[in-house]
């Protein structure tokens, strides 16, 4: 299995990173002898095996729908990327 | 009484609580030490003003139960503190500052410890050398333009050059260990689920795991008596009985059986690492435990299945650096520009690389092939070690398959970098304990680790082992402040 540049600039688009020509080249050489090496999977046979989901054996617990954190207005609006003190402003992503 | 930053912090807490040193001289002592050694850059951002009053205020009214009475100690980057700058070595997150604080640092500041700063680590904690921070390579101690290994530098090359008295780190595929072997120092990796992971910046979710560095066994015990707690924050923190790890430490292992994996003598592995371990081997014997050969058969594979399932998960966690809501943002045209040209530039080279490794493998069309037969293999690796726990208490095995390197020496090659972590990530694969120990240096006198590994929940005999081979090894680092 080879990674060609097509590829590269496919899964970079898919993960929203732009990569100019020349990175995409060098990127598609790395990405080629990681997956090389990862290849190394297929000489298992694990037709019958379960696969892993979590390495404790327990199930996710259950919790009332309960609000813990209150008051925490100004803490929250602190991160907000625009000086705007009574709104969290960001760019529109929206259509 | 021996220089402050050079006391253990044992030593420490006993000296507070005999009132021999105050909270003041002994985070004064740190900062001192911590400015003449930038030449280091082992911290991304400083907290010495703070950690002054704060000192201060505890010497004031004075609390002798807490577990850490006063004492300055500097954490990892990838620790949300609540209102100091949390970086995780990234350009995405460089004005990041935090409105919470993770509960392990939180368990520490609860227990009278003091935050002294953050240190440099690898971007996202993803790195062998700490070479991929946005904020710079780190120095080892050990000696000039050595790698003090990763993701855990700056944690690393901060304790092993006494700028804290122990550190914490987190650990993904090897990433306290590799660095507390390249350092002469010790880094325990504890079991999924024993630390909690809320306020942790996310790499790998089922394999990130926090954990004690330090300069001896028994600090080590005692800082993870600290931040090992059962955590509501955290849907995969597990609720069992912890032990006392550090009043329950003995040096008494005898009868304990370890393991030696067949696997693990890999090729091309230096004659000095095969030696280390059989001598390793030896000292275990001296120390009472019996030993017994082993087999982890699908060891070979367990950095294959590390290197699909990591970028799978990082891949998902990282997706929330968009420029929108917090963090870096690069103006674009429209907004598919701005969220390419943010994540372009936000991250780097090693970031990137298994964003798309992540992506790739996750992709439609591919994810059975990769992220599904990693997870069986995992499954397999996991039930190696179950088979081997029948038959053993603990397994000891090298930490590294080599000492330090220069650095800029395996930065072109992302497979050479990777092999580093071959003893670690089967450790994180299967979520056991692990621990890694000083245990001699190489012909370039570089320290080399042994690694003991654990059962599930069994950190308290790791510990022992741990702590009865250190009396024996005997190990001291020879550092010669050539930076200063």
Known sequence: MTIDLKTVKHISKLARISVDEKKANKLAGDLNSIFEFIEKLNELNTENVEPLTSVANTTLRFRKDEVESKNIREKILSNSPDNNKDFFVVPKVVE | MSEITKQTLNELIENVKNKKLSSLEITKAFIERSEKSKKLNAYVTDNFSQAIDNAKKFDEKPNFEFKLPGIP?????????????????????????????STVTKNMWNEGAILLGKLNCDEFAMGSSNE????GNVQNPIS???VPGG????????????LTPVTIGTDTGGSIRQPASFTGTVGLKPTYGSCSRYGIVAFASSLDQAGPMSTNVKDAALLLEVISSFDKKDSTSIDFKRNKYSSELTNNIKGLKIGIPNEYRVDGMPSEIEDLWKKGIDYAKE??????????????????????????EASS?????????YGFRSEGENLIDMYEKTRSEGFGEEVKRRILIGTYVLSSGYYDAYYLKAQKVRQLIKKDFDDAYKKVDAILTPSTPSSAFKIGEKTNDPVSMYLNDIF??????????????????????????????GKSFDEQSILNIAYSMEEKINYKNNITDWWI
Do not use: M, W
Not at chain 2, 73 to 98: Q, W
Not at chain 2, 288 to 297: K, R, T, V
Not at chain 2, 317 to 325: H, I, M, P, S, T
């Open chain 2, 424 to 453: 670690t990530v089967p450790v994180n694969l299967a979520g056991l304990p692990g621990i890694s120990i000083p245990a001699g240096i190489d012909k370039k006198g570089f320290p080399l680790g042994l690694q003991i590994i």
């Open chain 2, 132 to 135: 991929t921070s946005f904020f």
């Open chain 2, 151 to 162: 993701s855990s530098g700056g944690s690393s090359s901060a304790l092993a050059a006494n």
């Open chain 2, 73 to 101: 100690i500097a954490v990892k980057d990838l620790f949300c503190t609540e209102g100091t700058r949390t970086t995780a070595g990234s350009k995405i997150l460089s004005n990041f500052i935090p409105t919470y604080e």
């Open chain 2, 317 to 325: 966690n990282l997706a929330r650096y968009d420029g929108v809501k």
């Open chain 2, 287 to 312: 120390c009472g435990a019996e030993i017994i050969d082993i087999s982890l058969p699908h060891t070979k594979y367990a950095l294959p299945t590390y290197y699909i399932v990591a970028p799978a």
């Open chain 2, 144 to 146: 000039e333009n050595l």
